[in-house]
């Protein structure tokens, strides 16, 4: 399986703060188990006050530098899990300059999630209602510039559309939603209503639906969350994401749909009710390197 969405870049981080590598030991033993080869590593940042709440004051210090947490923790990663095929992802672009992305791409930096659940000075998450800004604006065109994926997971309505549309006049490529869901079935301000889904679909990119119950009730609805993407965006353009970060944070045991180690084999058998095996191959991992794939061609 190719897990779309991970916080393991995080992980990886707060694992080199604290001097103990034990979860990310952990982490590689369940991808193994999981059959799970490829994942899109993600950092994350949010407001300071959130990230000290969340992950404590030791993770985040007065000056972040987001260019040195990236680069220690794809060196930790890399070092605890060599042979798991990685894409690494920043979201919430809250501590980066456009100036700061010639530096993380030529460091390995992926894509970008240009927002968190917050404001920021690029445009907003899902607790506030504004569009892109103009600052905004221009830190997409350089991360296109760059050849960076477009990420718009996280992003509320009018960012969404806005990254979107300005995506579809540069005729750009690189774009997909890592983790979010479908909203004519569950309403949830994360997940994509059909308006967002027909742009998304307009410029090709794909959709990775989440494993987490604040987005699918459960993983019967989940599964027709998937059906849902699949007639709207094509066999070619859904994927899988897990959003997991239950091996560090006991309240992701009960808001996963599915252990980690499970999901590979449980949707396959899911799937196969409706989907033949060739089908099954492209939900789980085909379509997501082919996504990746996209970048040759510029």
Known sequence: ???????????????????????????????????????TANLYFMTREEMQEELGDKYYQDNVSVIEMF?????????????INFKYSIEGCDYVSVNDLVSLKELGLTSIILVWNNPNRYGSGNRDTYGLTNEGILFIKEAVRLH?????SHANKSTCMDILKLIKEEKYPLVYASHSNIRTIFDHSRNLDDEELSLLKEVNGKLGLVLVNYF?????????????????????????????MEIISPIYKSVALLPYEEITSYLRQALSQEFNNEQIDKILYKNSIELFRKEELL
């Open 1 to 39: 399986m190719f897990d779309m969405h991970n916080d393991l870049l995080s992980i990886a981080y707060r694992s080199y703060t604290n001097n103990n590598y034990e979860d990310l030991k952990s982490i590689y033993q369940i991808l193994k188990k999981g059959n799970i080869n490829y994942v």
């Open 71 to 83: 680069k220690l923790a794809k060196d930790t990663l890399n070092k605890y899990m060599p042979d």
């Open 148 to 152: 960076l994926y477009i990420d718009v």
């Open 216 to 244: 699918a009730k459960d993983i019967d609805e989940y599964i027709e969350h998937i059906k849902y993407a699949i007639k709207v965006l094509g066999i070619d353009n859904v994927m899988i994401a897990s959003d997991n």
